[in-house]
């Protein structure tokens, strides 16, 4: 009897419970995701301020431009989850709350049985007829066994339908305040929409001036490309022989490249702010729809004055000159991070820099206002995408 009693309950709660671990955790997550656009959404919508300020138009502001009209398609789209999950949420606490009050009207039911039994047997010479009636020792055993357990039964089940009961006010609580959420998501989403929309119209016209420019555009893609492969070119030979070097020295220090390696995801970005204009591997060009642009890196467009900062401990293997701009490459044993288009530097090759460091201050450009920081991740000779890698 008190098996039948007690398991369905039981069971019904755990699964109430396991639900609501799972979707607030979804939904935890989601609101996450949404402050973190929200903050590249802010960030990017500062730096368009400031590239404003230029006359022309400029290929990097459409850049920018573009990257924020992606941040905000993102932002809906997570808004959208969000609202799923929470109706979701909505509907399957409604129906394991009504499971809850169904089971615990029977359960009442049951409970009253119980007191009416305990009851009939109240008295002490009851319980001491039940024992002695007993076949043998052990059979008294487990009847004296039964009757405590009948006792903490009661008393458990009180305390079962009485947290149940709480449950079941606070889910209805809950509810009452997602669905609260659910509306302000909706205007939220709404706004964003209208604000997308004035982006896209921005854009079209950017795009439009920039038409005029094109033989121009198609000159400094050429020029760039030029200036990418010679950096590459220059890096790929500076780490082999940084690799030789240490290993004929043998002072390759493996332990910094695994605890490098085991903080993949974890490391702090390279600017204090700012959002990724050009991913790793294949871009479109901005402007041009049939010119891809391969980037061994990742271009984070940042503030004014902003400054380039260390990832992870290490030491610096390199300083060099571009020509127009500067490149810091540090070691962590058998792992490179590079940090280009730098003005003032504060650090030389074989200094010891630690996470978070002032490397040099990120260039800005004369023409188009814009301040971006090129990095890269490299492990011996390969390149990485360094997105993975930071939290």
């Known amino acids: 009897m008190i098996r039948k009693i007690i398991y369905p309950v039981l069971a019904i709660l755990m699964i109430f419970i396991v639900n609501l671990d799972c979707n607030a955790q979804n939904v935890s997550e989601l609101e996450q995701k949404i402050a973190r656009l929200q903050g590249e959404i802010k960030t990017s919508q500062n730096l368009l301020s400031q590239t404003s300020k230029n006359k022309e138009t400029t290929v990097q502001e459409v850049e920018l431009l573009q990257t924020q009209i992606k941040k905000r398609d993102d932002l809906i789209a997570m808004y959208n989850k969000q609202l799923d999950a929470l ?11 009504n499971k809850l009050q ?3 009207q029977k359960s009442r039911q049951e409970y009253a049985d119980l007191l009416v039994l305990s009851y009939r047997n109240r008295s002490s010479i009851n ?5 002695f009636s007993s076949e043998d020792f052990n059979q008294a055993i487990r009847r004296m066994r039964y009757i405590q357990q009948f006792k903490e039964l009661l008393k458990h089940k009180m305390e079962e339908i009485d947290k149940t009961k709480d449950d079941i006010k606070r889910r209805i609580e809950k509810n009452d305040s997602d669905k609260k959420q659910i509306e302000k998501l909706k205007a939220d989403q709404q706004k964003e929409r209208d604000k997308l929309n004035d982006d896209k119209k921005v854009l079209n016209k950017k795009l439009t001036t920039l038409k005029k420019k094109e033989k121009d ?5 050429a020029r760039k490309q030029k200036e990418t492969d010679a950096l590459q070119a220059k890096i790929k030979n500076i780490i082999e022989d940084e690799m030789s070097r240490r290993k004929a020295d043998a002072t390759v220090d493996t332990k910094l490249s695994a605890t490098f390696e085991s903080n993949k995801g974890k490391l702090p970005w390279p600017v204090k702010s700012g959002v990724v204009v050009k991913k790793y591997g294949n871009n479109m060009h901005p402007t041009q729809q049939k010119v891809v642009v391969k980037n061994n890196g990742i271009d984070i467009s940042t503030e004014h004055g902003a400054e380039a900062l260390c990832v992870f401990d290490g030491q610096v293997a390199n300083v060099f000159n571009t020509g127009s701009t500067n490149v810091v490459l540090v070691r962590h044993g058998l792992y490179f991070t590079l940090y280009a288009n ?3 530097v504060f650090v030389k090759a074989g200094d010891k820099v630690k996470t978070g460091q002032k490397l040099g201050v990120i260039h800005t450009g004369a023409t188009d206002n814009v301040t971006t920081l090129h990095f890269e991740i490299w492990k011996e000779k390969n390149n990485t995408n360094p997105e993975p890698w930071l939290k």
């Open 87 to 97: 109706n979701k949420s909505t509907r399957a606490y409604n129906k394991d709350i």
């Open 102 to 104: 169904n089971e615990l």
């Open 127 to 131: 319980n001491l007829l039940f024992i």
């Open 217 to 221: 555009i198609k000159k400094d893609i």
């Open 342 to 344: 730098l003005d003032k």
